[in-house]
């Protein structure tokens, strides 16, 4: 037994020596600061007091029936969301606990992609740029589509690198995996294939790999894994297609260069001021000298996204996140242009921001329901409220005695259904000018009596021309922060007067 344990113990030590050699010392103060940063962001999940947004409340509820793929959103997030669920439970911490974990990898892949083009000095900082931006401590905060985006875009980067440098079929396995996992996680993967298209006319080998059965491979690999999402979506109206679609052309397509503009300044937020500068200026400089190869081959992969995304943003309100995938080619170059010219200051105020922004998150995440700002007033209202809007509305339904809470808002659905999960009363959505309601049970007259009806509006009367009881209940305030509050209409409806159709068919 003795024997055994040390045997066991010497392989655990040549383990820890094999990766102290693969990572470097720089690699190893990468990974343990992201690590420890990582642990940070773990416990202020466990310390935060923000609700669930109704995005996040929407992607749990999907998470208790798996699919091949959802109203909005491809599967991939749904699926992490359900495993975290079985790890840990379905507390807000533990189903948002992935994203930190997921920012970890990325930024270790980032790590290697730099390194690969790069030297130790350009990756360490690199990784704790992608670690530490303005938009990673946002979004690590939430569960959401561009985490796990973000993480197979970078492999997949990875792996592009790896198969340009050196070829091989392991590395044109993994660029197809990735890209089938990026675009099961969100379809902005795509624009991969837009960088892969402008690196071949920046580079000639990324030209000569055009040709490659190993680039076909992983092509192929990719359509393999995309396609049981393809074929749900045949079965289902194209629901994830038509929504996507609907999303980039809005509802009233007008030219505004306003929105343009608004969208590109909101990606100083996004990568951090600093970088995202840098970024600008290496865009510039495209054809200069002091740009090389490796800076072509990662400004390739940004320049589409961000090209792309403003020029919707002329004609639909995009948002800060739309060309998150530029986040990672765009961090590694920004930082290797700064370390190159030696601007030690700028990289060490761009890290400054991002600790402070990250500790700002942290404390006010922790005193959400506290937090005012004079001329913001209540920073956190739009994610504050559900909870108590869940907790009051199930309250009143159990006072009042109904075997159904009616929606007519996916906000105020999506909310019910989490934090009033696990109850014995069914939660509907009754739809209003929507075609769709994300898959969610739609109410009908066969729901089970009496009915909890919940609006933002006061409808009696339109309810009483589909009900032959509509009682007026309480008026809810849900409070959204020291200052501020929603407030929701309650109804008791009984007895309906025929078919329940649209809402609309109710006036």
């Not at 790590?111 to 401590?137: H, K, M, N, P, Q």
């Not at 009616?406 to 909310?415: K, T």
């Amino acid at each position: 037994m003795r024997f055994q344990v040390s045997d066991q113990s010497t392989v655990a030590t040549t383990s820890i020596s094999s990766l102290r050699r693969w990572l470097g010392s720089k690699g190893c103060l990468a990974f343990a600061i992201l690590a420890a940063v990582t642990v940070v962001r773990l416990i202020g999940l466990r310390f935060s007091v923000v609700d669930f947004f109704y995005d996040e409340s929407q992607y749990w509820s999907w998470s208790r029936e798996l699919a091949f793929g959802y109203f909005s959103k491809p599967p991939l997030l749904v699926w992490v969301i359900a495993i975290a669920g079985k790890v840990c439970g379905n507390s807000e911490a533990c189903i948002r606990a992935p994203a930190p974990l997921f920012y970890l990898a990325t930024s270790l892949v980032v790590y290697a992609i730099a390194r690969e083009l790069y030297d130790t000095s350009v990756a360490l900082f690199a990784a704790l740029s992608i670690c530490l931006a303005t938009g990673a401590a946002f979004s690590a905060r939430i569960i959401s589509t561009d985490v796990p985006l973000l993480f197979f875009w970078a492999l997949a980067l990875l792996a592009y690198v790896k198969l340009l440098k050196y070829g091989g079929l392991h590395w044109a396995a993994l660029l197809g995996v990735s890209l089938g996992f990026g675009l099961l996680a969100k379809y902005a993967m795509v624009y991969f294939f837009l960088g892969v298209a402008l690196a071949a006319w920046l580079d000639r080998d990324a030209r000569r790999i055009l040709c490659s059965g190993e680039l076909w491979l992983a092509l192929a690999i990719a359509a393999f894994m995309i396609a049981p999402n393809v074929a749900w979506n045949f079965q289902n109206r194209l629901a994830t297609f038509r929504h996507t679609g609907q999303s980039i052309n809005g509802s009233n397509l007008r030219l505004d260069p306003f929105q343009a503009i608004e969208f590109f300044a909101s990606q100083f937020g996004v990568f951090g001021p600093v970088l995202f500068a840098a970024l600008l200026l290496a865009i510039a400089r495209i054809r200069s000298p002091k740009i090389n190869r490796a800076d072509r081959l990662m400004l390739a992969f940004a320049i589409p996204p961000l090209a792309l995304i403003t020029a919707v943003a002329l004609t639909t309100r995009a948002g800060g996140n739309w060309a998150a995938p530029a986040f990672i080619s765009g961090t590694i170059v920004a930082v290797a242009l700064l370390v190159h010219n030696r601007a030690w200051k700028w990289l060490a105020a761009s890290m400054v921001i991002g600790v402070i922004i990250q500790l700002m998150m942290l404390v006010g995440d922790a005193k959400a329901t506290r937090v005012h700002v004079p001329l913001l007033g209540d920073v956190y209202s739009r994610t504050l409220g559900w909870r108590s809007l869940g907790e009051q509305v199930g309250a009143l339904s159990q006072r009042e005695g109904t075997r159904s809470i009616v929606g007519d808002s996916r906000y105020v659905v999506a909310s019910l259904l989490y934090y009033w999960r696990d109850q014995p009363q069914k939660i509907f959505a009754w739809l209003a000018p929507w075609e769709d309601f994300d898959l969610t049970p739609l109410f009908t007259e066969t729901a089970p009596q009496p009915i909890l009806y919940v609006s933002e509006y006061s409808l009696a009367d339109i309810l009483s021309t589909c009900y032959e009881r509509v009682e007026i209940l309480d008026r809810l305030q849900i409070p959204t922060g020291p200052t501020t509050s929603r407030y929701y209409f309650a109804y008791k409806l009984v007895q309906p007067r025929g078919r329940i159709g649209p809402l609309q068919a109710c006036r």
